[in-house]
């Protein structure tokens, strides 16, 4: 006699449970990770969200100092216009009256519109040959690196003076970009910070503090272009944000200059405020940021560790000692106890989660009750009566393969699931195999009985592709054999009464003869 293969218990916890809290315990990992990295993102978002409101705030003091100097100005224009002063003479007065109330301007020009005029030193001027030349009836300013008579970069006001609707000529107050870098935090994160001021298709038209590659060059969106490692942005959305003018954050990196770059609108024209910061200050400030964060995950970490550690072990022991308990307590729950066979829930999960996994298999059901059973049972006991049905059930297990399903589902009606049945002719033969069964089946110890049956086939998926359906067709060929006499097999059709129906046995002899 062979010897059976034992399966080794402990190798099989192991499987089932060790496997499991691995894969639980990567998935703490994963999830820890990503807190990490959610955490590090929020950090930075909260380093962003602070450094770009910095650089709001930069713009507005900007506005602030280049607005102030210009209300003086558009004063001057608006009481100049009015009085219709075209004199040199009493502009002079009072271009020297706007540089006194606005110390941030160094100079102030009155030209007409031929650009001929006269500073508050008194000295005459053109500036028609100048890039800030207007006929405008608006006010403009304009960021220029020649004043055109100093030879210093300087930020140019151009405010109209109009007289009855006419433009008669142009004040032009020049303040130096020294007294916007005043205003500016140069000092600040940890020193070495850049400034500029840009438009909104990048072009560099100023730059103070720190010089670095990002405000140095021409044309900032050009230079982000030139082999620039760019993080939380991309290049498009820089330049898209800029023409709409909104602030922004973003890191770019450059061999082995790194840094931060905000940018905010200033409320002239289209002009930006560049702000550059190394990122040895951003990292500082994360790590602070996220120090609480670092001791959080560690002690999370440790804490989720030892206890799936005890998880496992305790599961571990758990299984070994109810293991096999648990198997017994799962096979009684889907066994029929009367013939140890599969119950009608077992039967009708198995058939499905078969049919589901292999749907192009074909496969044959029979279903099939013992003709006359409650005459058995009447007369000749309900003991009896369970035992054929007992008897039955032992014999149909060892008549078909272990792989194949049998199932009682109630009373005396039963089903067979053969699997994989590959031909039509197979098909046949499994029929001639179940008629051949019952013409041989006996049941009883002193009295042997001869039961008949009358079966119903159908066949998956040709008929029906789920189990109640198959179910249902095999229920109407079942009910077919009955109608047709009993004690035969009758496989679905559409068309069942064209079916060819196969006797079980011909010569089955009255229970009364096998009472003798």
């Not at 219709?84 to 002079?92: A, S």
């Not at 499905?352 to 409650?374: A, R, T, V």
């Not at 013409?439 to 039961?451: E, L, N, P």
Request: aromatic content about 8%; glycine content about 6%; proline content about 2%.
């Amino acid at each position: 006699m062979s010897k059976k293969k034992v399966k080794n218990p402990n190798k099989s916890v192991i499987i089932q449970w060790g496997v499991p809290m691995v894969v639980l315990l990567v998935v703490v990992v994963v999830l820890v990770t990503n807190f990490s990295n959610v955490s590090r993102e929020s950090a930075e978002e909260a380093i962003y969200k602070r450094l770009t409101n910095d650089a709001v705030t930069y713009a507005v003091t900007m506005n602030n100092t280049l607005t102030t100097a210009s209300e003086v100005g558009t004063g001057a224009a608006s009481i100049i216009g009015c009085i219709g002063e075209t004199d040199k003479k009493n502009w002079v007065t009072y271009a020297s009256k706007i540089a006194q109330d606005a110390p941030q301007v160094y100079s102030v020009v009155f030209a007409d519109t031929a650009g001929n005029g006269v500073s508050e030193a008194g000295r005459s001027v053109s500036v028609k040959t100048s890039e800030y030349f207007s006929n405008s009836d608006d006010k403009e300013f304009y960021c220029v690196k020649n004043d055109g008579f100093t030879n210093s970069p300087a930020i140019v006001e151009a405010t109209p003076i109009v007289t009855d609707g006419t433009v008669r000529g142009h004040i032009y107050t020049f303040i130096n970009l020294s007294e916007l870098e005043k205003v500016l935090p140069v000092k600040e994160y940890g020193g070495g910070v850049g400034f500029a001021i840009i438009n909104s298709e990048g072009k560099m038209l100023s730059s103070f503090g720190t010089n670095s590659y990002f405000n140095s060059g021409e044309n900032l969106f050009t230079d982000l272009s030139m082999g620039i490692e760019l993080g939380n942005l991309t290049l498009p959305q820089i330049k898209v944000r800029a023409e709409k003018l909104t602030k922004m954050a973003f890191s770019a990196k450059k061999g082995t200059e790194e840094a931060t770059i905000t940018i905010a609108p200033i409320g002239i024209n289209d002009w930006q405020v560049v702000t550059i910061i190394n990122q040895k200050y951003i990292t500082t400030s994360l790590n602070s940021e996220l120090s609480g964060v670092h001791k959080l995950i560690i002690g999370m970490v440790v804490t989720i560790a030892s206890f799936i550690v005890l998880v496992i072990v305790i599961e571990i022991l758990s299984r070994l000692k109810y293991g096999e308990q648990s198997k017994d307590l799962a096979d009684k729950a889907d066994t029929d106890l009367l013939t140890e066979l599969n119950n009608k829930i077992a039967t009708e999960r198995k058939i499905q989660e078969f049919m589901d996994e292999n749907p192009e298999s074909q496969c044959l059901m029979f279903l099939f009750d013992i003709d006359n059973f409650k005459k058995i049972n009447d007369t000749m006991g309900h003991a009896f009566g369970d035992e054929v049905l007992r008897t039955l059930g032992h014999q149909l297990r060892n008549e078909f393969r272990v792989s194949d399903i049998i199932g009682r589902l109630g009373g005396d009606e039963f089903v067979l699931f053969l699997k994989n049945v590959k031909s039509d002719e197979q098909l046949e033969r499994e029929g001639v195999r179940i008629t051949n069964f019952f013409h041989q089946f006996r049941a009883g110890d002193y009295v042997k009985y001869s039961a008949t049956a009358s079966i119903g086939a159908a066949v998956f998926p040709r008929d029906a592709k789920d189990f109640q359906s198959l179910y249902k067709m095999s229920d109407v060929a079942l009910y077919e054999a009955k109608r047709r006499g009993k004690n035969q097999l009758v496989f679905y059709s559409k068309d069942i009464s064209d079916v060819e129906s196969v006797r079980v046995s011909d010569s089955i002899e009255p229970i009364a003869d096998y009472r003798k």
